[in-house]
């Protein structure tokens, strides 16, 4: 939390992509200004969650809507901060790109190229390991280069060198039909996409009002999907497509609810270790407020 103007402000990260529409909403209405005093305040993260995880560890953040496999592993690291929840319950898609003169080729025959990542332990460098696990082709081997963001992995892949980008394939979309990257595959989570994450400090401080907004977020989830111009709106903002943007609605799950399965997290931490991203997995309730959290 942090001071601006007289007015105590929670800060909110997330990425700039069309997921976190909710949120957006919602910092639009500043419910807690009058009960409060508390400004929300959203802040765009391009450089996806390894920046977010620390963020989060430095203090730069109090609230960030992170991926899963990336919350996990920098949790088993070191990282304080713990989940209130998930985010979004429904698995990623993320579309394998490359270079747009390489468009014929297919993910076997590039295995040896470099992956483009935003940082090491952002989603994108893990899902490399995803990918190469389920292509055959051994995680040892892999090779990256950090772009940053996904403006970097535009301006990589103007290379003649082919390269590998795995991003949110919505996401991707407008930057595939105007030909600067050639989409060549698909690899979904095989866990729940996105979890909200505190650091403990704010969680001891201000524990009433994630409370109060944890319930204020669910019920914007449930009324905007009344909205049957949704996806237009949501398009229109993150500048998507409008049927694409319904076909993501269709297969997107938002969290409403204090669940989460337990087998969502061993399942993370197997593929975690057999990449070798973490040495030890840990029991559930390490990643969690369990005053926030009903694991089933």
């Known amino acids: 939390m942090r001071y601006r ?6 800060l909110i990260t997330g990425v700039p992509e069309h997921f976190n529409y909710p949120w957006k909403k919602l910092i639009v209405e500043q419910p807690f200004l009058k009960k409060y005093d508390v400004q929300l305040i959203w802040e765009d993260e391009p450089k996806g969650s390894g920046a977010m995880n620390r963020s989060l560890r430095e203090g730069n953040t109090d609230l960030a809507i992170v991926l899963t496999e990336s919350f996990i592993a920098d949790r088993i690291a070191g990282n304080p901060a713990r989940a209130l929840g998930f985010y979004v319950e429904s698995p990623l898609t993320w579309g394998v790109h490359t270079n747009p003169q390489f468009a014929a080729k297919s993910i076997a025959d590039l295995k040896e190229s470099q992956f483009l990542i935003s940082r090491f332990g952002s989603g994108s460098h893990l899902m490399a390991f995803l990918l190469a696990e389920r292509e055959g082709f051994g995680s040892s081997t892999l090779q990256f280069e950090v772009i940053g963001d996904l403006q970097g992995a535009l301006r990589s892949a103007k290379s003649n060198t082919p390269k590998l ?3 949110e394939k919505f996401t991707t979309s407008p930057y595939v039909q105007q030909g600067k990257f050639a989409r060549i595959g698909e690899i979904p989570t095989p866990w729940p996409c996105f979890v909200c994450v505190a650091r403990p400090e704010v969680v001891h401080t201000h524990r009433a ?21 949704l996806h237009k709106k949501i398009a229109a903002m993150y500048q998507l497509d409008p049927e694409e943007t319904l076909s993501w609605l269709s297969n997107t799950t938002w969290a409403t609810n204090a669940y989460m399965g337990a087998s969502s997290f061993t ?13 030890h997995s840990e029991s559930v309730e390490h990643f969690v407020y369990p005053e926030f959290v009903r694991i089933v």
Do not use: K, N, P, S
């Open 209 to 229: 009002l994630l409370v109060e907004l944890q319930a204020l977020l669910w019920q914007e989830i449930e009324e905007m999907h009344q909205d049957r111009a």
């Open 5 to 10: 103007g007289g007015m105590e402000q929670l």
């Open 267 to 279: 399942t993370t931490m197997e593929f975690l270790l057999r990449a070798g991203i973490i040495t």
């Open 165 to 167: 980008f795995l991003w």
